[in-house]
């Protein structure tokens, strides 16, 4: 029941910046975008969230469109330790569980 | 400070068993999450336990369950072990209220059942 569709892989060299889409049509106006990320076998990591405004963070960066039906992650200079599946998920203040779709498979090479 | 720590990190079990496993959240969150990943399912949501009491659950069997204790230590329960239940089970913790609900997943527990 994930509310986002992101594309199912991207490759982005290292050094440049990596561009990640998520379109989330049906948000509602008390929900929030959420970005994590999963490196292999390990546990989703927590990377930003934002309402309306864009986020940015040590991390990434988080635009999100006026609209608020898509936003994009922006990792400024991706490295070979961003490769992970990154999960956008849109949660309400009052839902207490995340949603996760498939993800974004970004994998960066040298 | 200390992430949320699982225990143990690998398990195998038997077909008709039980398990338990356990989650200590970031010393001051209240709110305890368990999650199923599978590779054909994805990441799948269990049940959010704040204060000790379960605030939401997901779309799983009565095998599954959980308790949250009063020190905010989370263990889930398994019983009557399917093959179907090998899976990485991953627990997170938050604050568990407002805005803010970033949450912190531990490395998860790796259950085999043969």
């Known amino acids: 029941d994930a509310k986002t569709t992101q594309p199912t892989s991207m490759d982005c060299a290292e050094g440049r910046a990596a561009n990640l889409p998520c379109n989330h049509s049906t948000i509602s106006g008390n929900e929030y975008v959420y970005w994590y990320r999963q490196i292999h076998s390990q546990g989703p990591q927590y990377i930003i969230h934002?309402?309306?405004n864009n986020e940015t963070n040590e991390m990434a960066s988080l635009i999100i469109t006026e609209d608020r039906k898509s936003s994009t992650l922006i990792l400024p200079h991706a490295t070979l330790r961003d490769t992970a599946v990154y999960y956008c998920?849109?949660?309400?203040?009052?839902?207490?569980?995340?949603?996760f779709g498939a993800g974004t498979t970004v994998t960066v090479r040298a | 400070k200390a992430g949320v720590t699982q225990t143990p990190r690998y398990l195998i079990k038997t077909r008709g068993q039980q398990v338990t496993l356990s989650c200590s959240p970031i010393s001051g969150h209240r709110s305890v999450s368990w999650y199923q990943q599978t590779p054909g399912q994805g990441l799948q949501f269990l049940f959010e336990y704040f204060s000790e009491t379960q605030r939401n659950k997901g779309n799983f069997p009565g095998r599954f369950s959980g308790r949250q204790f009063s020190n905010s230590r989370s263990e889930m329960n398994v019983s009557t072990l399917e093959l179907g239940d090998s899976a990485l089970y991953l627990c997170a913790s938050s604050w568990g209220t407002g805005s803010s609900g970033e949450a912190f997943f531990g490395q998860g527990t790796r259950l085999t059942v043969v």
């Open positions: 998920i849109v949660r309400g203040t009052n839902d207490y569980k995340l949603s």
């Open positions: 934002g309402l309306k």
